[in-house]
């Protein structure tokens, strides 16, 4: 793992998971960047960007930081966390008020400088049991 590309990482939660910046995914994302999260798949940078964007409108407080970083080569694996106010519609839930908390991890594939592939996993039960709407 380079610098660099931990650097572009943490600029990629900046400014598009935390801002809002959209735009920046066209300077830090392949072309044909794919982000696989368990449900929740997305290939391409506007399939990308639309899925910030459900999160950002439900969760629009959303921050994410990182607590560690490591890897070797092309991939590196980002542990995290996300917080966040739930004040609008998210995967089918209505906006609750509900503070969330959630962990996480990122695993990271590269393409030279820019990101080629994320595999997101996170704690989903424990997501939708602070939304109400964690299944019986």
């Known amino acids: 793992m380079s610098k660099e590309n931990k650097a572009i990482f943490k600029q990629f939660m900046e400014e598009i998971w935390n801002k809002g910046n959209l735009g920046f995914a ?15 798949d997305v290939k391409g ?8 964007l459900g999160f950002r409108t439900a969760f629009p407080d959303l921050q994410l930081s990182i607590n560690d970083q490591f890897g070797e080569g092309e991939k590196m694996a980002t542990h995290w966390n996300a917080t ?3 004040k609008g519609e998210v995967m089918g839930i209505a906006a609750t008020g509900n503070r969330i908390t959630l962990t996480g991890a990122t695993i990271t594939r590269f393409a030279g400088e820019k990101m080629a ?7 989903r039960l424990g997501f939708l049991e602070q939304l109400g709407a964690a299944p019986k």
């Open 26 to 40: 066209d300077e830090v994302l392949t072309s044909d960047f794919v982000n696989y999260t368990p449900g929740l």
């Open 45 to 52: 940078i506007e399939a990308f960007k639309q899925y910030v």
């Open 84 to 86: 966040g106010t739930h």
């Open 117 to 123: 592939e994320n595999v997101m996993c996170w704690d």
